[in-house]
């Protein structure tokens, strides 16, 4: 990390927004922008009520509007309730929006399919008729386990529109980490495919889910749906098993919306923690929902002509809050893509900004990254061979965005015309929290700049203590805003334990490193944490290390990310064998096993880039692993930090090897 944080803090290069960026922005000006985060700094709550009371519909309206007494538990809005999906899709049926389109996807072969939002609208009353002829209703918990399709999202405002809880787990997740999922959410329906199409290739999903359900605790749930996508054969349970189509053939598409409670959880959504079990983050309705819907409007200045189009998938937060929520509730009309960035070749998302006339791109450094090299070794995908005049807006988000590749963002596919916004934010806050407004701030490369109004950032030290511009500390949070997580599910304390240490006062700890240079501009520095960052995915060191251990062969592991010019980071796992430390091809072809072994246990995702094998680890006498020092092995550097805590010096020689 530490050359890109070096060529980070050198940056100084300011780009003011044009005149057509501040022209009937959301928020125009930093005049506007100062406005709205004094009115939130006067008056907290009466700024968020006056928001949630404009910018949602009710079904009955809240009195209360945040109950601070059992910190860190919050809550907002609380004797209100509302229906989720009415508000991102009915009421759009009414303001005249009803024949917009409201998702344009496209296909991994190239083929298109657009659907209005009222069309969107009566297949998510099908889907959720069809949930409730099977029994399903508001305080069940369904995972859904889907390619990027209509069906993903359709389903998860089906299960919205019932008060069903959800849990998305991402395609490329293993069928172990899908049935850890599903027992620790307690669910009793999954949504899958029968496979999914990316790159050219049919990957199968339903074994997966036929495997999860098989282990211990998987018989909690009762119907499988299943979307057909390609056609493959699949194992069918004519008990427990019902196709989407047949499912949805029966049903009426009215569905009336059941209303909730502000704070029933609209979803969990499972990330990585720095211990080995994933942490279930769970969202509520309302001040999700509305910080989800807010943001879309201002950071991606929502108008009326947009296309918008964000490159995530539904598995992670972003395609929760910018693909299946915040941006319907905006009433965009938007871009869903099932491939990948590279097929099929480098040149596709250029192709498909061309194709659709996308106006606002959102992505992840990691992409951006892969793309300026696929453009160097072959021109014939550089994005400037395509027309991307209609971009209008470009977006980051993930991790941190290097200069250098800002830069090629700004200059290549936005022309030098279009804003970067880029927008930091976790799984736990829900939606954007430090980013720029496209029609206000002065822009700064690699920064993700001030707070959006009514959030109040902060760096502080060790005992919680402000940190003046310059220096480095723990990125928090001040006070609760409505879209923060509510808890982790099933583990109140792991919730106060991770984001509210005592000495932080109270304060919500974000888990990353952040400082301030001296016009107050956010620099994010990486994890506190040993979470690593590939591609801009979180996973846990821990969890790899034990998926590591968890094979027969091998005693202890320990897993560092070392910086890497395309996914950020990439894994690096050090590991000790029960047996003999191999060498050469024999260490080349347990290297491999291990791989596909990460591969199945976590995913694909987790695959350690390289493997070292040694003897023993770096230990203090207490007998904790030194992954700081590891991390220098990692990056092929000398060992010059002071090592008088290690149990024995000479242990990091023996990692020479790589495989
Ligand atoms: C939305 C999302 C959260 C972690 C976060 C931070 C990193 C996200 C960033 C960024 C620098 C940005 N991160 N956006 N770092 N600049 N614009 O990615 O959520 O998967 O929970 O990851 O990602 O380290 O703590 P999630």
């Known amino acids: 990390m530490s050359s890109t944080i070096d060529s980070i803090l050198v940056e100084d290069r300011v780009f003011p927004p044009s005149r057509a960026a501040v022209e009937g922005a959301a928020v125009p000006g930093m005049a506007s922008y100062k406005a709205l ?10 700024f968020w009520g006056r928001l949630a009371s404009e910018h949602l519909r009710w079904r009955k309206p809240f009195t209360r509007i945040l109950d601070e007494s059992r910190a860190p538990f919050y809550t907002w809005f609380e004797d209100g309730e509302l229906n989720v999906s009415e508000n991102c899709l009915d009421v759009h049926l009414e303001n005249g929006n009803a024949d917009k389109t409201a998702i344009i996807f496209e296909a991994d072969d190239g083929t298109v399919e657009s659907i209005s939002y009222r069309r969107l609208h009566a297949r998510v009353c099908r889907i959720a008729n069809g949930m409730k002829s099977l029994g399903y209703g508001k305080g069940d918990r369904a995972i859904i386990y889907l390619p990027m399709s209509i069906e993903a999202i359709a389903t998860m405002q089906a299960c919205a529109r019932l008060g069903v809880t959800h849990s998305v787990v991402f395609g490329g997740f293993s069928s172990r980490s899908l049935h850890q999922r599903i027992v620790d959410v307690g669910a009793t329906l999954v949504f899958t495919a029968d496979a999914q199409l990316r790159g050219g290739r049919p990957i199968a999903l339903k074994p997966a889910v036929d495997e999860a359900l098989a282990g ?13 996508r390609s056609g493959a054969d699949v194992a069918w349970d004519d008990g427990r098993d019902v196709w989407l189509h047949e499912l949805e053939a029966a049903q009426s598409d009215i569905c009336e919306p059941v209303a ?8 969990i959504l499972y990330t990585s923690g720095s211990t080995g079990k994933p942490k279930g983050v769970q969202h509520s309705s309302a001040g999700y929902l509305l910080w989800a819907s807010l943001t879309s409007q201002w950071v991606f200045d929502a108008r009326p002509g947009d296309v918008f189009w964000c490159t995530a998938d539904v598995g992670w937060v972003t395609g929760h809050t910018y693909i299946a929520y915040g941006t319907l509730a905006a009433g965009m009309t938007q871009v ?5 960035p590279t097929y099929p070749d480098a040149g596709r998302f250029w192709e498909m900004i061309q194709r659709h006339k996308v106006s606002v791109f959102y992505t992840a450094p990691t992409a951006i990254r892969s793309l300026i090299k696929a453009a160097q070794a072959s021109p014939d995908t550089h994005p400037r061979r395509y027309d991307l005049s209609s971009l209008r807006l470009l977006g980051s988000v993930g991790e941190p965005i290097n200069p250098e590749a800002w830069i090629w963002y700004y200059n290549n596919v936005g022309n030098g015309r279009c804003p970067i916004v880029d927008t930091w934010w976790q799984t736990e806050t829900g939606g954007h929290i430090l980013a720029p407004l496209p029609g206000a701030t002065p822009l700064k490369p690699g920064s993700c700049t001030f707070a959006l109004p009514g959030i109040s950032a902060g760096i502080v030290n060790e005992a919680g203590e402000d940190i003046p511009n310059g220096r480095g500390g723990y990125l928090v949070i001040k006070r609760p805003w409505p879209a923060m997580i509510r808890n982790v599910w099933g583990d109140s304390k792991r919730f106060k334990d991770s984001y509210f240490p005592p000495e932080l006062k109270g304060y919500y700890m974000a888990g990353d490193n952040a400082q301030r240079d001296s016009d107050g501009y956010y620099w994010i520095m990486g994890r506190t944490d040993d979470v690593l960052s590939i591609s801009g995915h979180r996973l846990g060191g821990t969890e790899i290390e034990s998926a590591l251990v968890a094979h027969e062969l091998v005693a202890e592991a320990a897993v560092v990310g070392r910086p890497d010019a395309t996914t950020g980071e990439a894994i690096v796992a050090f590991v000790i064998l029960k047996g003999r430390t191999p060498e050469g091809p024999q260490a080349e072809a347990l290297a491999r096993e291990l791989r596909d072994w ?10 350690p880039r390289d493997i070292r094998f040694g003897n023993n680890l770096p230990k203090t006498r207490s ?3 030194l992954r700081r020092l590891l991390r220098v092995v990692a990056e092929g550097q000398e060992v010059t930090q002071d090592v008088s805590t290690l149990e024995n010096p000479d242990v990091l020689k023996q990692f020479s090897g790589v495989y």
């Open 37 to 46: 985060c004094d009115e939130a700094e006067r008056d907290p709550e009466g």
């Open 216 to 228: 211990e605790g998987g018989e909690i749930v009762r119907k499988v749906i299943v979307y057909k």
């Open 260 to 267: 909730v409670e502000s704070e029933h959880p609209l979803f």
């Open 336 to 340: 869903v893509f099932e491939g990948v």
């Open 598 to 607: 990460v591969a199945s246990e976590v995913g694909p995702i987790a695959k």
């Open 623 to 625: 007998g904790k692993i």
